[in-house]
């Protein structure tokens, strides 16, 4: 059982930044890989990032290579994405999710997940 809290969202402007964080529960943080989603309105819901629970191996969606990264503090059994000069079609509701042992780079399966949290993005 994870439970999984996203913060951070908000207004941010084309060209700026913003960092995501997801806070879990429990002690056994390091056995789960964490992973990025987001689902704009109409949209289905969109992998982004996933980072192994040692925080060795990362996997990046295309789109968002070289502008966002996904990292974790274990100690403070936390995820972050940093979005760095965010597009306004990227517009979402982000979520962060958790599984035990997954690969990074298989996409879905995740079987736990946050409420999400709303990012805009404006010119």
């Known amino acids: 059982q994870v439970r999984l809290v996203e913060s951070g969202g908000g207004l941010v402007q084309a060209g700026g930044s913003l960092r995501l964080s997801c806070a879990a529960s429990g002690r056994t943080f390091g056995s789960y890989t964490m992973g990025w989603f987001r689902q704009a309105p109409g949209k289905e819901r969109e992998f982004i990032a996933a980072i192994s629970g040692s925080g060795g191996a990362t996997h990046y969606a295309d789109s968002v290579k070289g502008r966002f990264t996904i990292s974790r503090d274990n100690a403070k059994n936390t995820v972050y994405l940093q979005m760095n000069s965010p597009k306004a079609e990227e517009k979402a509701v982000y979520y962060c999710?958790?599984?035990?042992?997954?690969?990074?780079?298989?996409?879905?399966?995740?079987?736990?997940w946050g409420q999400g949290t709303q990012v805009t993005v404006s010119s």
């Open positions: 999710a958790a599984d035990r042992w997954i690969p990074v780079e298989v996409r879905t399966g995740y079987d736990y």
